[in-house]
């Protein structure tokens, strides 16, 4: 499992969850995180961050509807195999959210 370096700012305005949804995305995207491999559970990196379960719970929510994570039950988090076509699609959808 690797390990994900996020930094939070409580200076930001930003809430913890969008911070961790937007550095896990971006670290996604540029294949810091690889296909397939492993992340840290929902407790552990709750623990690492110093959030709420709740604050990762969410972020990990958001993560799974871009398409960027997968939750399989009894076995973790895991980062999608088919991160180009969720990376395009919310691409896409950032880009028609801008123009209105």
């Known amino acids: 499992m690797p390990t994900i370096e996020l930094l939070l700012s409580n ?3 930003v809430p913890f969850y969008r911070q961790i949804v937007d550095q896990m995305a971006d ?3 540029a294949g810091a995180l690889e296909p397939g491999s492993r992340l840290a559970s929902v407790r552990e990196l709750a623990l690492q961050l110093q959030v709420s379960l709740i604050t990762v719970r969410r972020a990990y929510a958001d993560l799974e ?4 994570i997968v939750r399989r039950q009894g076995q973790g988090t895991f980062v999608a195999t088919d ?4 990376a395009a699609k919310q691409a896409r959808a950032d880009a028609e959210s801008s123009l209105t």
């Open 11 to 13: 200076a930001s305005g």
């Open 27 to 29: 670290l996604v995207r």
């Open 65 to 68: 509807a871009a398409g960027l």
């Open 83 to 86: 991160v180009g076509r969720a």
